[in-house]
């Protein structure tokens, strides 16, 4: 499953870009940007603003739907995989849409090559993204494979929270690992994400002889890992893996907000961007006077 190709991208990964967003992720950080991807199943996005009151197209295409006056009321579990199909199209002002395709690897293979010429001409190439791509392990080697075989860079952005199995399929088809580390603290971390930084790190220390390049990402959220000492601890974790040489800090924003209110979910961070160019400027210079990295602030 797969909810979107991002053609011509100069960001995540080098030179010009196609980026493959595939649904599905197994942390739940609150902060996450691409609400949408998180469940593997098709998802149901609802913007009352644009909806017709008078229109009820959507309360008879599914038995999930029904109006309450003039409310639209949505119950996304009773929403039936057969009705899906219809609430794709059946909307005309496109209030209601639903997020998710299937995924075939001959389409998506064709689709990706489309842009060749301009991967060979920038030196970009593709790029996996979600949600998690390596709860899809079959698919992202699959076509990996085949874009090497075609001459086509390969990159993938991943929160490593996946068995170890799924990325070692994959791992010599990718060229540049964009990996989150977003903490050293094993507590917090479960707290905040619902995962385990275990998995993450043990899964870091084995990709690490094998990678071709690791690029380590680390998203400063408030709150979370906004202190001098929790960016210096993930600045030496990342020193210490040998194929990485590059970390990007990330401060927060807030520009996927009003997803969560089309999918009805709660948002639980801040509703301020992070405005601390002073902490991130310190983190930079902890890891040019104490590490290798060459640590960037991507804002």
């Known amino acids: 499953m797969y ?57 008879g295409a599914s038995q999930g739907i029904e109006r309450d006056g ?7 579990k009773q929403i039936r995989d057969d009705e899906l199909i219809a609430l794709k199209r059946v909307c005309p002002t496109e209030a209601l849409t639903v997020c998710g395709k299937e995924a075939e690897s001959d389409y998506l293979f064709d689709t990706l090559m489309k842009d060749k010429p301009f991967y060979d001409q920038s030196g970009g190439g593709v790029t996996f993204s979600g949600g998690e791509p390596l709860m899809q392990p079959d698919l992202v080697t699959d076509l990996a494979t085949r874009l090497h075989d075609a001459d086509v860079p390969t990159a993938i952005e991943s929160c ?12 010599p088809h990718i060229d540049c690992w964009l990996a989150d580390l977003k903490h050293t603290d094993e507590e917090k971390f479960l707290s905040w994400a619902k995962g385990s930084l275990k998995r993450i790190k043990e899964n870091f220390r084995k990709l690490a002889p094998i990678a071709k390049r690791i690029v380590i990402r680390v998203p400063v959220v408030p709150g979370f890992n906004d202190t001098d000492q929790e960016l210096q601890q993930i600045i030496d974790f990342a020193a ?7 970390l990007h800090l990330l401060p927060y924003h807030t520009l996927g907000i009003n997803k969560y209110r089309l999918l009805d979910m709660p948002y639980e961070c801040s509703d301020q961007p992070l405005n601390n160019p002073e902490l991130l400027q310190r983190a930079q210079q902890y890891a040019s006077n104490n590490t290798q990295l060459n640590v960037t602030i991507r804002g």
């Not at 992720?25 to 008078?54: G, I, T, Y």
């Open 70 to 76: 003039d409310t639209l009321v949505i119950n996304r």
């Open 160 to 171: 490593m929270h996946v068995p170890w199995k799924n990325i070692e399929k994959a791992a």
């Open 240 to 246: 210490s893996l040998e194929s990485c040489k590059e």
């Open 3 to 59: 909810f979107n190709i991002q053609r011509f991208s100069t960001h995540d990964g080098d030179g010009i870009r196609s980026i493959l967003f595939l649904k599905g992720c197994s942390l739940a950080c609150p902060w996450c940007q691409n609400p949408e991807s998180r469940s593997e199943k098709h998802s149901v996005l609802f913007d009352e603003r644009s909806c017709m009151a008078d229109c009820n197209l959507c309360v």
